[in-house]
């Protein structure tokens, strides 16, 4: 779960990481009074879940609280390349001498953290990686041990001399902030040396382990604070793994790998998924009935392919299932299915039976999947 | 032969009397697989149709000389049940449970590092060698005996292309599902490294998806050591960046963890990539005739 900039530096502030005066206003009005108590001239800044707010037009630095209403209630209209926007975050404007960069993060293929401080930040650190890499300092972070204090010495020791310790404690209390809320990724670009020899943090990008929420309730509860799908909000209420994707065939499946699978399947059939759709391990009736819910219930979605392949999942349930949601909603579209695996002769043995003008089976995936985007083709 | 569970296996199951944990064990068993036991805390002296319960690993270890755990632990119990099954110096550690934190695991697999243990999972349907034992979740009958190891992240689409294998005549020496986490136990490296010396195993299907590194690292280890042929799928072609595409591992960040990179790493490594599970089966078919 990526978390707003202002819910990182909240989790910074209770550990002790020195950060820049600052509110989040969740309109214009609120933006100005907050600008007002800070003197003036502040950062209004969109509070987004993704990245490229300082090139893409979602920071704006002003000199009054009329122009910082004026930015706020631009920000909060317009939203940032295509994501909503609900809140901004208003900061004082500080005096900038110099910029880095420092993030700790999961590396997966380490099985461990690593550490990273570049000298020059602000800025895409990949790009810093490439053209510079001598500005980068890395630490590989034994999950074990925890960042040891040789290893922030020298994570640390090719910045000027007088952001050193400044930075050094920054880096200890990131860390911190990883460790004792199972975060993936800590990430602070920039941070800033003030004009006053203040070492900063300027921004906070925190992403938590999904799979750990249940060890941090108050911050999964603020997943209710992000923009989501209506179709999306129902699946996860159900339990589903539900992505929304821009085509136009739905998609349901049973098992992460297969669901990407068939995506790909049908996009080589010549036509787009609507969605990513997993309905787990040994769905019920209920379930897939849920399921078609939700895919029906997107008007883009022009036909639908439904393959499963059993283990166990049971298709007799799965065919149950297919039933149950038509007798809940009136299709307007063709629903493929294809069943294999544990009871599939049951299962098509169902279908067969209730000869639903809807239903359309097919054997295999590849002939299902060129069916549903044929389907999808001619709806 | 066959590389890790074969019929000299005998396994531990821990969780046994929760619901998953008996319907597999039993399903294990009922395939042909040594289930000699189960470890519940606090369970000890019940049995699970004639499979005897104990408190801990340790004693069922003593007792019924079991030599790989299958671990059926919710969440957050898990990680110390590895813990356990380790220190019990098992010889192999099934690790089916899904949704266990990745700092965890991390602390999990570091804890192994140097260990007797090998760890396959976790959020993984375990491990089959056709006719001789499995251990796990995949569905036997889907299985052959046969020459064409595998390894896969992904559970349901390795599903898909056994099928495709023994609908085909193509048997299996042993099919192994390592996991969709991004830290996981045994990967695509220590999987090819077994198959290379199994005599019983003339090809290795490899199925990846997008996410990590995994895939371009094994691309490498084919180039450098690797003398049997590979084949190799790849899902995920149509994931959108950012987006968590099921599983904890599955999501491609920025410009690195595609399915194209991927795939495009192995055929640079001679490994024919087929796109649909169909074209991989094919090419497996081919390569074998």
Redesign the interface.
């Known amino acids: 779960m990526d978390l707003y900039e202002h819910q990182g530096k909240e989790l910074f502030a209770k550990h002790g990481i020195p950060l820049v005066e600052g509110s989040v206003a969740e309109s214009a009005a609120e933006a100005r009074r907050i600008a007002e108590r800070l003197g003036g001239k502040v950062a209004v800044k969109v509070q987004v879940q993704?990245g490229g707010r300082g090139k893409g037009g979602g920071i704006a630095l002003v000199g009054s609280p009329e122009e910082a209403e004026a930015a706020a209630a631009r920000m909060l209209s317009e939203g940032f390349h295509g994501t909503k926007v609900t809140r901004v975050l208003v900061e004082r404007l500080v005096d900038i001498a110099e910029q880095f960069y420092a993030a700790i993060s999961?590396d997966?293929?380490a099985?461990?953290?690593l550490a990273i401080v570049s000298s020059e930040g602000g800025m895409d650190i990949?790009e810093v990686a490439r053209e510079r890499p001598e500005a980068l300092r890395r630490v590989r972070v034994?999950?074990?041990l925890g960042l040891l204090a040789y290893q922030v010495r020298y994570a640390v020791g090719h910045l000027p001399g007088e952001a050193r310790e400044g930075s050094a404690a920054i880096l200890a209390k990131m860390h911190e902030v990883l460790?004792v809320n199972?975060a993936?990724l800590v990430e602070i670009n920039p941070l800033a040396l003030l004009a006053d020899g203040q070492v900063v943090a300027l921004d906070a990008k925190v992403t938590i382990?999904?799979?750990?929420l249940?060890?941090h309730p108050k911050i999964e509860s603020l997943r209710s604070t992000f923009p989501i799908d209506p179709v999306e909000a129902r699946a996860r209420e159900a339990g589903l793994?539900y992505?929304k994707?821009d085509g136009e065939v739905g998609i349901i499946?049973?098992?992460?790998?297969?669901?990407?699978?068939t995506?790909?399947?049908?996009?080589?059939a010549g036509a787009?998924?609507a969605n990513?759709l997993?309905v787990g391990?040994g769905a019920s009736a209920e379930v897939m009935a849920v399921s078609l819910e939700v895919i029906l219930s997107d008007p883009s979605v022009r036909s639908v392919l439904v393959n499963i392949?059993?283990?166990?999942t049971r298709c007799d349930v799965v065919a149950q299932g297919i039933l149950e949601a038509l007798q809940r909603v009136t299709p307007g579209v063709q629903i493929v299915v294809r069943l294999?695996?544990?009871n599939a002769p049951e299962g098509r043995k169902i279908l067969a039976q209730a000869n639903h003008p809807h239903i359309v089976p097919e054997e295999?995936?590849?002939e299902a999947a060129q069916r549903a985007a044929e389907l999808a083709k001619a709806a | 032969m066959a590389i890790l569970v074969d019929e000299t296996t005998r396994v531990v199951v821990q969780g046994l009397t929760g619901r998953e944990g008996r319907f597999h064990g039993l399903r294990n068993r009922a395939y042909g697989t040594k289930v000699v036991a189960g470890v519940t805390p606090g369970k000890s002296g019940q049995n699970v149709e004639g499979i005897p319960v104990f408190d801990t690993v340790a004693e069922a270890v003593a007792e019924t000389g079991a030599n790989t755990s299958l671990i059926f632990v919710p969440p957050r119990f898990a990680a110390e049940a590895v813990y356990e099954a380790a220190d019990s110096e098992l010889r192999l550690i099934v690790c089916i449970t899904e949704g266990i934190p990745v700092r965890d695991m991390a602390q999990v697999t570091g804890y192994l590092r140097g260990k007797p243990s090998t760890l396959v999972g976790p959020n993984c349907p375990g491990v089959i060698s056709p006719g001789k034992s499995n251990v796990g979740i995949i569905p036997g009958e889907i299985c052959m005996a046969g020459r064409v190891g595998l390894v896969s992240r992904s559970g349901t689409l390795t599903y898909q292309i056994v099928h495709e294998l023994t609908q085909r005549g193509v048997g299996q020496s042993t099919c192994v599902g390592m996991g969709g986490d991004p830290v996981h136990g045994i990967g695509f490296i220590g999987c090819l490294e077994l198959f290379d010396q199994d005599p019983e195993t003339g090809l290795v299907v490899l199925i990846g998806e997008i996410g990590g590194d995994d895939e371009e690292r094994a691309a490498t280890f084919i180039v450098e050591r690797m003398r049997k042929p590979v084949v190799g799928y790849i899902a995920g072609f149509t994931a959108p960046p950012g987006k968590r595409m099921g599983h904890a591992g599955a999501i491609v960040t920025g410009s690195s963890g595609t399915a194209q990179a991927k795939a495009e790493a192995l055929e640079a490594a001679g490994v024919k990539v087929g796109r649909t599970p169909t074209e991989a089966a094919e090419l497996v078919e081919g390569a074998l005739a």
Do not use: C
Request: aromatic share 8%.
């Open positions: 993704i999961l997966r293929s099985g461990a953290y990949e034994d999950p074990l460790a199972d993936t382990d999904d799979n750990a249940w060890r793994q992505v994707l499946g049973n098992g992460a790998g297969l669901v990407m699978a995506l790909d399947v049908v996009e080589l787009k998924p990513f997993d391990g392949f059993g283990g166990i294999d695996g544990t295999t995936m590849l």
